[in-house]
């Protein structure tokens, strides 16, 4: 029931998939008027498949800086099927970007990163593909991997095609043996690895290579290279620590403007000044600055300190001014 039912909509949504470029900031060789890039991920817990965090940063672009992060924990109940891969991560990924357009309309991305495929796909329509067509807005897929399909291997050629990938930005043509030119291969920055980029919606494939090659500073862009810090393998934000202001008063309580000294269980300290939590919630909340500058991003975790394993949620918000 489900295969049928997923192969329909699966059908419907393909059809909705532009592979052109449909803005003019794609048009301008330095991407003028391109301001806010997107990156999204969904990690799962090492062990667990049902559990993953769901990640949306929004970065400035060029200068690529953090303006929004947003990561949750989520239950994952849609199976695993080969093809339909998006009917588990996609919906989770779509009410992320909602969280966003209703909470900070004005940092909505003009551009996705997502971190899989697009047309490089054993259906042809992958992640970013499927998020793009719910969003309407631009995806581009960028795997780590490449996804053996419509003859596509992992052998000895394309080995041999991955040795002629001598300087920062060569690339050659992703081609199945339908005749379709797939994706592109891309070397990003001095790593011998490759990523693999795919149209996911309203971007041409040149397009797709040229920006993804732009938020390179290493081999993974930083739409990208950001959602994975947010959430490491072992299950918690890096950096954070356990404790913060009392969840009593928080719960609930909406905006919250603090100035406090806050000591943390494992007498770890951070004196924030001024930190702006659009939402807390839960038994402890954590907070640990993601620079030294003045303007400092700071991460709020609601996390349960008994289990490690309860449910947490993540936000963060935009940079403030904080005195350290």
Known sequence: AFLLAAGREQA????GVVREDTEEWQKEPSFAGLQRVGGVDLSYIKGDDSR???SLVVLSYPGLEVLYEDCRMVAVSAPYVAGFLA???VPFLVEAV??????EPGLKPQ???VDGNGLLHHRGFGVACHLGVLTDLPCIGVAKNLLQVDG???DELHREQIRSLQREGDTFPLTGTSGSVLGMALRSCNSSKPLYISVGHRVCLETAVRLVQSCCRYRIPEPIRQPDKCFPSQGHPAGSGSGGPDPAAAQGAGPLQMSLFVTLPWNTQFKLLHLRA????????SAAPQSSTEQILLRAVTQSPHTGSSPWHCSVFRKQSIEL
Request: charged share 25%.
């Open 12 to 15: 419907r949504l393909k059809g």
């Open 87 to 89: 009917f588990r991560e």
């Open 98 to 103: 909602q969280r966003l357009q209703q909470e």
């Open 152 to 154: 596509l291997a992992r």
């Open 52 to 54: 993953a965090c769901a």
């Open 111 to 113: 551009v996705l990163l």
């Open 278 to 285: 659009c939402q807390v919630s839960g038994h402890l909340c």
